[in-house]
Nanobody, 113 residues
């Protein structure tokens, strides 16, 4: 079974930056599209960013120009660089493949105003 381990979250002031990481088990990482989702309290989980197996990124309009998704295929790592953070970015962030399978524990991002 695929294991997804997110890390890098924390508490940051508005305007600050964080870089999230996701370690993925298995030998198929380089062949699949990967995603970052987030879920804020009381809200549905939403797609934040997606990156194809060849590295073509796509991000949601709400984070365009602020968040960058990237991947390290040899080491099966997925990243989300988050800049100019806003309080509304506060959520638990999850990585997954596309389409998503079982979810990991996620990593909490809290942005204070």
């Amino acid at each position: 079974q695929v294991q997804l381990v997110e890390s890098g979250g924390g508490l940051v002031q508005a305007g600050g930056s964080l870089k999230l990481s996701c370690a993925v088990s298995g030998n198929f990482f380089k062949h699949i599209t990967m995603t970052w989702y987030r879920q804020a309290p009381g809200k549905q989980r939403e797609l934040v960013a997606r990156i194809s197996s060849s590295g073509i990124p796509d991000v949601a309009d709400s984070v365009k120009g602020r968040f960058t998704i990237s991947r390290d295929n040899p080491n099966s790592l997925l990243y989300l660089q988050m800049d100019r953070l806003k309080p509304e970015d506060t959520a638990v962030y999850y990585c997954n493949h596309d389409p998503p399978g079982p979810w990991g524990r996620g990593t909490q991002v809290t942005v204070s105003s």
